[in-house]
Structures are given as structure tokens and as C-alpha cells.
């Protein structure tokens, strides 16, 4: 079974540090691995996505992820960190080799960025 | 392209009422999903399909629930009798392959007194 865990209910960051939402994972054989965004009212938006290749994944609003096998983590991060990325962050996972079925989300981190 | 588009974006109705939310994916996606999120559960799969047919339901809570997919461009989500308990803001999502990112629409806010 596919699952997803993100520790972290709730990050605090100040305006300018770097962040980090963490985010494991546990699957039969090779992921694909997804981080998505959500804003208050809106939908969840995809940020990224590791499927192979190198294990540094950047993707939108200069977020991102790093793929480490060994420890089956798929680790969020920003250099530098803006008000606007205040937000709700899921981590998903989905097995490699297991067609177009439904990705498995983790439970979603808050995390807000402080002026 | 203009994304999953779900209507309404909100709905209030009293308990006993039947309730139907709309989905229209993006054209080409070959998956179609309904997922349901509340503060107390998280983000939920209730049911998805694969060109049209629906794959595993056993995301649906109870027998009130009923979702379709008449075509590659609609599917409909209903409640009959709505219930308070299922106040909740209701997504739809559709994605194109395996790899491919989950397009996620804006959500129907349901509420139900």
C-alpha cells in the first residue's frame, strides 16, 4: 500500500529564511512524487514533480524538492521565503508502475511566513 | 485551456435535499477524480474513472452518494438526501497519465443546514 506522511502540521518561517516542509513517503517499487499548493478558496495547484533523473526537482515560484531514496523522502524547499508563500502544501505519491490510478496525499502542512 | 471547471462554487441547501455538483475536466484527460476535503478528514477520495468508467467507489461514504460520467467532458456528483454532515467543499481533478500532474478545479463549498 501507497501512503504519505507529512510530520508537520504547521511550519513558521520568517520573511527571508530559507523553509523546509518534510514529507516521507512509502511505496511498493519506484514513485512519482508531487508537492502541491493550496491557497484559501482555490484548488490545489501542482508545484513539482519527480518521476526520474536527477534527485533535485526545481519547479514553480522557486520552490524545490529533493528525492532521497534511501530515506524515501521527498523534502520541500525555498532558499529565501515570501510572505506569499503562505499557504497549505501537500506531498503525493503514486507508484511507478501502477497506471493512471489515484495519487495518495499526505495530510497537508500550513505554513506560514512571517513579515 | 481553461482548467476543471466545477459549478457551483457554493452551495447551500437544507438537510434532506438532493444536491448535484458539476465537473467539466480538461479536454484530452483521461481520468477524471472526486475528492471531498474538511478540516477534520483531510482531503478524501470519494471515486474516479478511466475514459469514462468509473474505476473504485470505495471512497464513497454511503449508498446517498452517486457520481457519473455520461461523457470525456462531464461528470456529476450527487448527494440524495444531503445530510449536514456532509458539508464540505467538494473537488474535482483530472490528469492525463500516470506521470502527468492532477489538475485540480476550484472546488464547490457545501453546505448543508
Known amino acids: 500500500a501507497q501512503s504519505v506522511a507529512q510530520p508537520e502540521d504547521q511550519v513558521n518561517v520568517a520573511e527571508g529564511n530559507p523553509l523546509t516542509v518534510k514529507c516521507t513517503y512509502s511505496?511498493?517499487?519506484?514513485?512519482?512524487l508531487f508537492w502541491y499548493v493550496q491557497y484559501p478558496n482555490r484548488g490545489l495547484q501542482f508545484l513539482l514533480k519527480y518521476i526520474t533523473g536527477d534527485n533535485l526537482v526545481k519547479g514553480s515560484y522557486g520552490f524545490e524538492a529533493e528525492f532521497n531514496k534511501s530515506q524515501t523522502s521527498f523534502h520541500l524547499k525555498k532558499p529565501s521565503a515570501l510572505v506569499s508563500d503562505s499557504a497549505l502544501y501537500f506531498c503525493?505519491?503514486?507508484?511507478?508502475?501502477?497506471?493512471?490510478?489515484?495519487?495518495?496525499f499526505g495530510k497537508g502542512t500550513r505554513l506560514s511566513v512571517i513579515p | 485551456d481553461a482548467g476543471v471547471i466545477q459549478s457551483p462554487r457554493h452551495e447551500v441547501t437544507e438537510m434532506g435535499q438532493e444536491v448535484t455538483l458539476r465537473c467539466k475536466p480538461i479536454?484530452?484527460?483521461?481520468?477524471l477524480f472526486w475528492y471531498r476535503q474538511t478540516m477534520m478528514r483531510g482531503l478524501e477520495l470519494l471515486i474516479y474513472f478511466n475514459n469514462n468508467v468509473p474505476i473504485d467507489d470505495s471512497g464513497m461514504p454511503e449508498d446517498r452518494f452517486s457520481a457519473k460520467m455520461p461523457n470525456a467532458s462531464f461528470s456529476t456528483l450527487k448527494i440524495q438526501p444531503s445530510e449536514p454532515r456532509d458539508s464540505a467543499v467538494y473537488f474535482c481533478?483530472?490528469?492525463?497519465?500516470?506521470?502527468?500532474?492532477?489538475?485540480f478545479g476550484n472546488g464547490t463549498r457545501l453546505t448543508v443546514t
Open positions: 511505496v511498493s517499487g519506484n514513485p512519482y
Open positions: 503525493a505519491v503514486r507508484a511507478l508502475n501502477s497506471g493512471n490510478t489515484p495519487l495518495v
Open positions: 479536454s484530452g484527460h483521461n481520468s
Open positions: 481533478a483530472s490528469s492525463q497519465t500516470a506521470g502527468s500532474p492532477l489538475h
